[in-house]
């Protein structure tokens, strides 16, 4: 069946996409880049305002609080220069002279006396080569004028030799780890180390420019060591500091977000012209804290994007489309009728959650096909589901079901054959309803497989890395050498998310939801999808059935408007875009909901954080709150 497939074997289009919520290859954002910024700093000096402007932001939110020390006031220098509306140097020749200070209008230089004004809060620059470390010099700095007590520490022979001596002549100082100054007279990596120790003293701000999205790898063993102690302080949120990344967490993959070494977690990430795929992909994404994202000016690349992360206001468009307010003229019927096979003797309570989820989520109805133990169990907790056949929109098989349990899993077997077509190069087939195919399915799935029949791109396969390990190794190629045999695992998938649900997407024909702290979706010809999940309390048993649920409510509520004709999509083909980001919409109202349920704030990254043990039960009761923030959220503007 061919070759392991790559991130970045993903045919191209010209579709026009928005670099404020996509991802492409570094050398592509390069190349599209290069026309623009040869000749000219402009572009740089830009990057280092909004660096510095971050910058601020985080010495305010943090005053007062650990992380965010605040020496005493000491004078303050000539002020920061202005913003152009286009978010460039309104003097691009000399962004530094006198004028507008960066804290805001009206400040005069002085001490700090208002706000905008963060005198004598350290800040520690990390900079490396390349026009990563040049931005942060430069951003170092402008906050050195704002008052701010800043230290560089250089990990690299060859900084940028502008912006080190603009970030010199305007008060900051440098320690340098591998770099000599003319005179000879530069600090040893070890007298680096100890500026670092003393920062953490009293902590404040970091920015970490040391690699940008040209490095690849682990960090060097200088630049690691560097970084140790900071990483050594704890993590975000709980350390006497605060970390800015300068386009993206060094030492992360740029482009599939494999982290294969030492790499400190920031609690902003400030990226420019466009995400990165490691602020998109786990484990790199949850080290990135909230992304932001820079319109320098620069043009963004038109091909399609590796990765798109849709905002939660688009997430809510997706939803209203999918399973919108019911009209004058709806009825159950036609707003989507979900037929659910889950429950066995082994697991009945999956059946009662996954009952839920899809009541809960807005399905019209819901069949139930269980054993009589398991209908029981749900009509007493849900007396609307019904226990009878009929005509349906959607299908969830799975939940609950145990393949060792061979009457039950044989019922699920034949119900998931019938949805499978013959292996072939044309897996679309549109006449066929979404499949939600979930836990035990999953296995029976794999066995189905080899029989030479294929899911269509309406099957949606729910694995999380341990199921999708198991269906990788049932799956691989029979005709791949042992050279390139990769041997799959539950690791493995969680080292490498992105190309496992890619390569579970290429073997079975399907569309691949990879569940997870960020859940990633993966469809036949499609960008992955990026889609953060809820508060790590939703990691509790029957917390997948309860999504399962979702997914087919949303599933049969898109099928129900594909069947009055309104696909709801544009594109080669409109009703799998449809699916995608019907899929996506219930992946966030799922993660909402146990947000909702364990009174969990926002945090970091979309992530929540803080909040209360919950049950499964509670993540579908609160899938009422959990639609109304969505709702909301749609009057947001976010293209």
Known sequence: MGRM????????????????????PA????????PVTAGTDRYMRAAAHAVARAALRELRQGTGNAGAAVAPARPVPAPLT?????????????????ATPLGGAGETAGTQTGPGWISGAPVLLLVGGGHNGADTLLAGGLLARSGCAVSAVLATEHPHPVALEEAR???????????????????????????????????GLVLDGLTGIGATGALRPDAAALIAPLIAAGEPGRRPLRVIAVDLPSGTGVDDGTVDGPVLAADRTVTFTCLKGCQCLPPARHLCGVVEVVPLGLPAPTSRPLVRRPVDGALGDYLTRAVGEPGPGDHKYTRGVVGLWAGSESYPGAAVLAASGAVRAGAGMVRLSAPRRVEDLVLAVRPEVVPAAGRVQALVLGPGIDPADTTRADEVRTVLASTLGPCGKDRQCPTRIPTVVD?????????????????TPLHV??????????????????????????????ERVEAHPGLAARELCRLTGATVLLKGATTLIAAPQRPLVSVDGGPGWMASAGSGDVLAGILGAVLAGAAARWEQGAPDASGADPVLDALVDSVAAGVRLHALAGAY???????????????????????????????????????????
């Open 82 to 98: 202005s913003m152009s509306p286009m978010g460039v140097a309104a003097t691009p020749a000399s962004p530094l002279s006198p």
């Open 461 to 490: 396969l729910t694995p999380h890395a341990g199921e999708a390990a198991a269906l990788l190794i049932a799956l691989e190629d029979q005709g791949t050498s042992a050279q390139e045999t990769r041997q799959w695992s539950r």
């Open 27 to 34: 050398q592509e954002i390069a190349a599209a880049e290069a």
């Open 169 to 203: 002549s305007h008060g900051v100082t440098i320690h340098g780890a591998g770099y000599r100054s003319d005179d000879g007279t530069g600090q040893d990596s070890a007298e680096a180390v100890a500026a670092i120790e003393a920062f953490l003293v009293h902590g």
């Open 5 to 24: 497939s790559d991130l970045n074997d993903l045919p191209r289009s010209h579709d026009v996409t928005d670099p404020t919520t996509c991802a492409w």
């Open 439 to 455: 836990a035990g399915a999953l296995s029976i799935l794999s066995e189905l497989l080899t029989e030479d029949l294929s899911c």
């Open 597 to 639: 349920a364990a009174a969990s704030p926002q945090g970091a990254g979309g992530a929540r954080t803080g909040g209360h043990p919950i049950a499964a039960l509670d993540i579908a009761a609160a899938l009422g709150p959990a639609r109304l923030e969505l709702n909301w959220l749609q009057a947001v503007p976010h293209a």
